[in-house]
């Protein structure tokens, strides 16, 4: 979340002061032209008001005293590569600085050079654990982290998840200021909360606002989402920053807005809840990385015209589709169930069922209840983990086929369609990541396409992908069918 630092309008304060110069002047020429003030009795005594430690209270800078030396501004740099073209003959030399190097030749050898990114970050121990968003250290080789005493210190990244957007930072020492967490499910709305962190980088800044929602999602900021929506001020800068109540208890780290074409505030924040943060920060501590239980459905929100079809009231998760050799598929659950609770917590609508399994363990039981042809079914379901964070497969060099290193693809699951906007149907496996470098980056293969057949053979996994261009002959191109925006086309790699 990184825009240019936004003008301040300095010429406005000058005009302002200039005018009260002016009228301060024009009293002044006044009163002695008419030789002696119009007071006729001795100058009345009047008494200034000396702000009282109670009135002092009514504000927020008592708990800002408290809260703001745990929010530290975060500095991360990476190195990227990046491929310069070669120049055209015969074209002026002019144009050489549009092709990647002062001699204007051009290279297809990857270029390095250094991206840095500016964040928030909040100190929640006083051994030195931070809780910052995963997108501000993301593949940096260098974290720096600055104290609101100045003081800075090279960070190490302990764990991320990119689910969630949430990463923990250590940096060594002792008795850092630390602040208290809150319990977030018990934030409501119209409660008055403070944002702080570094926006646009300007320097620690804090800003009031209220609590707008709780539990939005399907936004498709994250995979997981279960954001509190507030319209406190944040900017670019303020992500992995804090979102405290008006005790100065951390209650979310700030991570996304929506910014219209200002690239700023719009009154419209969003922050992962400090509960679902601690069980990332739990789960990084104890094992390395977090897990997020996986049911492997597609599940719709139930509208009153679904409700009404269905025979059921308009709250609860529809299952539109089941994943195959998914938990789901191995269960008594049926395409049609409406799940109305989970382990005998009310399930209102399809985000809060992804939130609410997601923050479950893999291989625990969960029970569910949900509502068939109208009558309530008890359905027990042991979960998983969710197969793209670990059923990647990357085209290497143990491949018989060049024309598909750089490549990384996903299985396609009905969660990530439904964030492709394709149908719950579709079969393929969805690349995540193409090298710039590659021949699959020449021939127009992009991250989301999802790859439907390999050399006309049909693949519905990572595995069968893996294998059908393992069984392309060596230089030979490989045919793909892609299907991109809901539209197919091939591509010869």
């Known amino acids: ?114 991206e840095k990114a500016l964040g928030s970050g909040v100190i929640v121990s006083p051994e030195g654990y931070i809780l910052t968003n995963n997108h501000v250290v993301d593949g940096a080789s260098q974290v720096t982290v600055t104290l609101h005493d100045k003081r800075e210190f090279k960070a190490r990244v302990v764990g991320t998840d990119p689910r969630t957007d949430i990463a923990v930072l250590k940096i060594e020492g002792s008795n850092f200021p630390a602040l208290t967490l809150a319990d977030s499910s018990k934030v409501q709305v119209g409660d008055v909360v403070l944002a702080i962190g570094d926006p646009f980088g300007v320097g620690q800044t804090v800003t009031s606002g209220i609590v707008s929602a709780t539990g939005r999602g399907g936004l498709g900021i994250e995979q997981v989402e279960d954001f509190i929506q507030t319209d406190a001020p944040i900017n ?71 409700a009404k079809a269905f025979h059921s009231d308009t709250n609860g998760a529809l299952v539109g589709d089941i994943t195959a050799d998914s938990p789901a598929a191995h269960s008594s659950l049926k395409q049609g169930d409406i799940i109305v609770a989970v382990n005998g917590q009310p399930i209102a609508d399809a985000n809060q069922l992804r939130s609410t399994i997601g923050m479950l363990d893999p291989k625990s039981t969960v029970h569910l209840k949900v509502m068939r042809s109208g009558a309530a079914q008890d359905v027990a379901i042991t979960l998983g983990d969710f197969p793209s964070k670990d ?90 069918l892609v299907d991109r925006n809901g539209s197919t086309m091939f591509l010869a790699v």
């Not at 200034?48 to 800002?64: F, H, I, L």
């Not at 590569?81 to 990857?110: A, T």
């Open 1 to 114: 979340m990184r825009n240019d630092l936004l003008k301040g309008r300095r010429w406005l304060a000058t005009v302002s002061v200039a005018t009260v110069v002016a009228i301060t002047g024009f009293y002044g020429l006044q009163a002695a032209s008419l030789g002696k003030l119009p007071f006729e009795n001795p100058a009345p005594t009047i008494k200034m008001a000396q702000r009282s430690e109670a009135a002092a209270g009514r504000g927020y800078s008592a708990v800002v005293k408290r809260v703001v030396p745990a929010v530290v501004n975060i500095s991360s740099s990476k190195i990227v590569k990046q491929v310069s073209m070669e120049m055209p003959e015969g074209l002026d030399p002019s144009m050489r600085q549009f092709f990647g190097n002062d001699s204007g030749q051009g290279s297809n050898v990857p270029q390095e050079r250094r």
């Open 236 to 306: 670019p800068g303020n992500s992995g920053g804090a979102l405290v109540d008006d005790e100065g208890h951390l209650i979310a780290i700030n991570t996304a807005i929506i910014s219209g074409n200002s690239g700023g505030n719009q009154g419209i924040g969003f922050a992962v809840p400090i509960n679902m943060a601690r069980h990332d920060m739990d789960e990084i501590l104890a094992h390395g990385k977090v897990e997020h239980g996986y049911l492997g459905i597609l599940p719709q929100d139930v509208t009153p015209d679904l």
């Open 391 to 480: 059923e990647r497969a990357s085209v290497d060099s143990n491949v018989s086929s060049e024309s598909l290193k750089g490549v990384t693809v996903e299985n396609l699951t009905p969660e990530t369609a439904q964030e492709l906007k394709l149908p719950a149907t579709t079969k393929g496996v969805v690349v995540d990541k193409v090298n710039p470098a590659s021949t699959a980056a020449d021939a127009g293969l992009q991250p989301g396409d999802v790859i439907q057949q390999v050399n006309h053979q049909p693949v519905a996994s990572v595995n069968e992908y893996a294998k059908a261009v393992g069984a392309s002959k060596k230089d030979d191109p490989v045919l793909l």
